[in-house]
């Protein structure tokens, strides 16, 4: 679901239908991740990871793919939700750290503060592209930290990147 779409609607659908969109989008939804929590201004989003066959390895521990694909989505969504439709919001390259093996159901927070958006906004004023690094922890109900995250989000100003595919400069 694009952000314009949701956006149409009246605002007290927009975070469940977030929350709908991705527990049953077809390749979250089997890699066992569910969206428990997604604020009103889409600010916030909690994940939830739970121990079931169906994301046990062989070890008896989450699956580390699990792991990996529940921070995957909630980021871009929420930063298109934030900078609006003028600008292209990509995943460009993620990594995991699993400091031990998480035998319980497990949680991810994404969050955006408003400085985090207005620092954002200012360089893209300053610059066309920018790459911003988000660090993700995925914790048990008690906090301590089973696997860091870290994404690299790509975002553009729709003209630059627009300009930058028509001649072939694919960085």
């Known amino acids: 679901m694009k952000p314009d779409f949701i956006r149409s609607l009246p605002p007290r659908w927009h975070a469940p239908l977030v929350r709908w969109g991705f527990n049953w989008h077809p390749a979250y939804r089997c890699m066992g991740g569910r969206v428990e929590y997604v604020a009103p201004d889409i600010s916030h989003i909690r994940v939830r990871l739970a121990l079931t066959r169906y994301t046990r390895n062989m070890l008896g521990s989450l699956f580390g793919g699990s792991l990996f694909g529940i921070t995957d989505g909630p980021l871009p969504t ?66 301590a930290v089973y696997s860091t995250v870290e994404r690299m989000v790509y975002i553009a100003h729709k003209n630059h990147y627009r300009q930058k595919t028509a001649k072939g400069d694919n960085k």
Do not use: H, N, Q
């Open 78 to 143: 929420m930063l298109m939700w934030a900078l609006g439709g003028e600008y292209i919001v990509w995943d460009k390259a993620a990594s995991i750290r699993y400091r031990k093996p998480g035998r319980t159901t497990l949680y991810a927070d994404f969050r955006l503060s408003t400085a985090e958006i207005e620092s954002i906004r200012a360089r893209l004023s300053a610059e066309p592209e920018i790459d911003c690094c988000f660090p993700i922890e995925i914790k048990d109900e008690a906090g």
